[in-house]
Nanobody
């Protein structure tokens, strides 16, 4: 069982940066791939980024490539998406997720409660 808690969301102006965090409970965090997803009002939840359990494999959705960087610290049971050059269209609730398998779909086993990111123009 893995419990996930996101933090770091907030209001930022376009062009600004935010660093989200996802803290995981459980001794086996290092064995899980971690994903980040987002959901804007009236839209489906979409994939943002994912990182494998050792960080050797990373994937981003096209719209965030070059702006977002995902990393993890297995000693701290935490995964971080650094979000730079934010745009109003990045506004959404951001969720982290964990699964034994690396994937870019929403089929993760464990989910956090989400953190709101709002980018003003």
């Amino acid at each position: 069982q893995v419990q996930l808690v996101e933090s770091g969301g907030g209001l930022v102006q376009a062009g600004g940066s935010l660093r989200l965090s996802c803290a995981a409970s459980g001794r086996t965090f290092s064995m899980y791939a971690m994903g980040w997803f987002r959901q804007a009002p009236g839209k489906e939840r979409e994939f943002v980024a994912a990182i494998s359990w050792r960080g050797a494999r990373i994937s981003y959705t096209d719209s965030v490539k070059g702006r977002f960087t995902i990393s993890r610290d297995n000693a701290k049971n935490t995964v971080y998406p650094q979000m730079n050059s934010l745009k109003p269209e990045d506004t959404a609730v951001y969720y982290c997720a964990a699964d034994r398998d690396f994937m870019i779909t929403t089929d993760y086993d464990y989910w956090g409660q989400g953190t709101q990111v709002t980018v003003s123009s």
